[in-house]
């Protein structure tokens, strides 16, 4: 089955600068990739995705990067601000009654 | 969207006693997701429903462990005499089904029921 690799597991940034999170993945068939930010005590909420047909997608100070010879993805925020501190994962999954498979988190601290 | 509510947000309880979860999703998804989080982990997949019917199971769910969504909106997770390694959030997530030329929708997560077993 798939297996999703997350790095780093902690991550500090001054406010302003730029965090990048990179995740890898197993299985080649999968083509859809989510990341998720989870706060304290909160459910995962999804915060941008991408599919196996583009190769970058942005949303604001938010981008993510996907290279499927590599089969790893990334997310790039800019210009991070204290509310950004939270746990970030990503997940990969194929199509049809497959599970999504999440990395074990990164937790961005923003320092102000 | 109102969201995926969950109830409870927190249950304590003790070893071998049985519990049970509910979510209610976001109102026009008809799949539903359960998932499992212990800390220091991202979500682990249980089971997931399209409408009522129940389509895939994760090796994680024993036999303890029974989802019911019988009407396709709400679902019910129990845990029949739960054990201590039960202790985890978990997760319900909904989203709708693949529309024509997207294999995959985005999955959106209530805040969990947090299980602790004494």
């Known amino acids: 089955g798939e297996n999703v690799e997350q790095h780093p597991s902690t991550l500090s940034v001054q406010e302003g600068d730029s965090a990048v999170i990179k995740c890898t993945y197993s299985?080649?068939?999968?083509?859809?990739f989510p990341w998720y930010k989870q706060e304290l005590g909160k459910g995962p909420q999804l915060i941008i995705d991408?599919?196996?047909?583009?190769g970058e997608k942005k949303d604001q100070r938010i981008a993510v990067t996907l290279n499927k010879t590599a089969k790893h993805f990334s997310l790039h925020i800019t210009e991070t601000q204290p509310e950004d501190s939270a746990v970030y994962f990503c997940?990969?999954?194929?199509?049809?009654?497959?599970?999504?498979?999440f990395g074990k988190g990164t937790r961005l601290s923003v320092i102000a | 969207d109102t969201g995926v509510s969950q109830d409870p947000r927190h249950k304590i309880t003790k070893r071998g006693q049985n519990v049970t979860f509910r979510c209610d999703p976001i109102?026009?998804?008809?799949?539903l997701y359960w998932y499992r989080q212990t800390l220091g982990q991202g979500p682990e997949f249980l089971t997931y429903?399209?409408?009522?019917?129940?389509?895939?199971k994760s090796r994680l769910l024993s036999d303890r462990f029974s989802a019911e969504r019988p009407k396709g909106s709400f679902s019910t997770l129990e845990i029949q005499r739960t054990e201590q390694g039960d202790s985890a959030m978990y997760l319900c997530?909904?989203?709708?089904?693949?529309?024509?030329?997207?294999?995959?929708?985005?999955?959106?997560f209530g805040d969990g029921t947090r299980l602790s077993i004494l």
């Open positions: 997530a909904s989203s709708r089904f693949p529309g024509q030329g997207k294999s995959n929708q985005p999955q959106h």
């Open positions: 299985d080649s068939a999968s083509n859809y």
């Open positions: 991408i599919r196996s047909n583009v």
């Open positions: 997940a990969a999954k194929t199509s049809g009654n497959t599970p999504l498979v």
């Open positions: 109102s026009e998804h008809n799949r």
């Open positions: 429903f399209q409408n009522e019917a129940q389509l895939e």
